[in-house]
């Protein structure tokens, strides 16, 4: 009953607030449908962005090890445990030590030894390298060396898919993350609304199927949503004046 009656009073505060604003920004057309039908408010629906790199966007592939990429905190919700489960089934049906791969975790979490576990009981613990959290010097390198971005949880924006496309990553991803909105068209993505590992193993079969293709630079990578782009445009919708990322502002 206490829980009950603490949400609605959030309910009724948010909902105040969310009238009251002069502007609603969402991140996405989902959370924008959300926010109205809760608070009776249409949102702006302004994307975030990101840096983009500069010379790792014409990074190359690598040819010799298959090497699969996914960053993140090592809890339940990011779905890691399908990574694993999947890339163990393609080894068992399709590449039976033929084939070298690797997958790359980053991220440290509370069930890191659970998934180890895992990794031990599916027989791939020697495929997995867990690199725990990493500098930025480290990150860049594991974006270098990899193949592919695996992305199997639903978040709320994914940055983390924005991220592995900048550096020329393609990346297989939940339907349910808000980049799926503008991100459904491009080969280097491959959109999977998956309950399941075996439905996230079919996603990683498609994508592997045009890697080689990808690696031949005939399609280039979706244009993605600049950092700057996007506070340009929350004030230009807020009607702030934009002040330079560098510089002073006069009083």
Known sequence: LHAQLRSEIMHR????GVRRASRVIAMTHRISAEITDLYGVKPIVIRPGIDL?????SRPFPDDTLRFLTIGRL???KRIEWILESLAELERRMWKGAIAWELVIIGEGPVRETLRATADRLRIAGNVRWLGVVSNEVLEQAYAESTMFLMPAAQGWGLPALEALS???PVVMDAASGVAEI???SPWVEIVDATSAAGF???LERMLSRIDDLRGGGTAPPLLPAGDDWAAKICEACSWPMVP???VVNA
Do not use: E, F, Y
């Open 75 to 77: 809890v339940h919700t």
């Open 245 to 247: 990322s560098a510089g």
């Open 201 to 203: 193993q079919g996603a």
């Open 13 to 16: 505060i948010n909902k105040a």
């Open 183 to 185: 991100l459904g068209d």
């Open 53 to 57: 790199p500069g010379a790792a966007v």
């Open 167 to 169: 550096r020329r990553l």
